[in-house]
């Protein structure tokens, strides 16, 4: 087993398409990290730029003694707005902030690639690599080597796994390199805390990020190798991807469901302009994270054994 997984990753990593998607995410994780640090700084600044200046408009030459005075009274209200205004772009600051942590550029792109774009990608490849093999013919030689189809799919299911976590370092280095060599200098956003909190969130995120993304690859690889056709197999995936999103808020199920599952277990904010905006807030719920995903593991457990017993069916047929 350990050689057909070792042969798939290197077959995979060198796979044209593959390349292409990860170079796309790489660029588009930059590209994100670069919106989500000026937008950030620009609205820090303002906000901060807005407290200095409020109490100075009251002393306004143009205002005549009474409006001074109503403006002074109004003052501590305005401020107030205002303060919880710098709250809520400070938080957004510093969940900005970790793309320019050499450690949290991890974080910050894990929950990029477990989000919308990234399992959509995740969706693309294994259709395209599993499902063309059947397409084109070239499943026959692999499948002579290694008869067990279900052994065949699992190394595929983890060499699509072992891509995506290659794909997590690289972007997660270029997002870094990206963030302290240019981000800092000319976004300046507070600090995402001390060194051991990152690094203690950082882990949490990396290891849920991991868990989610090897359910996705076995989950993406099931219709590949049901449908066999490269173009239905990620429309199935797709489709299966927006029921997953969209159910995340079903009220009172939400939360057990897969999508809300997802998003607690990886910790998408309330809103976040650059991937949190994919996913529904999932209703609150006092059951542990880990005790929400079992559903979810069940789910992918009985698809995969519901898959090797099709498939010894057919090849006795």
Known sequence: MNRLVRAETRRLLRHPLALTLAALFVFGSLYCAW?????????????????????????????TPEQKTACRAELPM???????IQDGFTAD?????????????????????TSVP????????????????????SIVPLLLYESR??????????AVWVWSLALLCVSAAVTAAFGMFYGRGSYPLPSPGALGSVLADTALGVLAGAAVLAG???????????LRQPMRAFLAGMLLLVLVVRTSAVPGLGAWLPGGALADLVGFGAVDGV???????????????????????????????????????RDRV
Request: a positive charge.
């Open 78 to 84: 305005q401020v107030v707005g205002l303060e919880r």
């Open 275 to 313: 991937w949190d905006h994919f996913w529904i807030s999932t209703d609150p719920s006092t059951a542990p994270v880990l005790l929400r995903v079992l559903p979810t593991l069940t789910l992918i457990a009985l698809l995969w054994l519901w898959l090797d017993r099709r498939n010894r069916t």
């Open 93 to 113: 600051g510093v969940r900005a902030a970790q793309s320019q942590h050499p450690v949290g550029s991890l974080l910050w792109t894990v929950r990029l690639l």
């Open 216 to 226: 996705a690859a076995a989950v993406a690889v099931a219709p590949a190798a049901l």
């Open 149 to 158: 189809l279900s052994r065949l799919l699992a190394a595929k299911a983890l």
């Open 118 to 137: 990234g399992l959509a990608l995740l969706v693309m490849l294994a259709a395209f690599s599993v499902a063309g093999e059947w397409s084109r013919g």
């Open 35 to 63: 919106v989500s640090q000026s937008m950030a700084s620009y609205n820090i600044t303002q906000v901060r730029a807005n407290l200095d200046f409020l109490p100075r408009s009251c002393e306004s030459a143009r205002n």
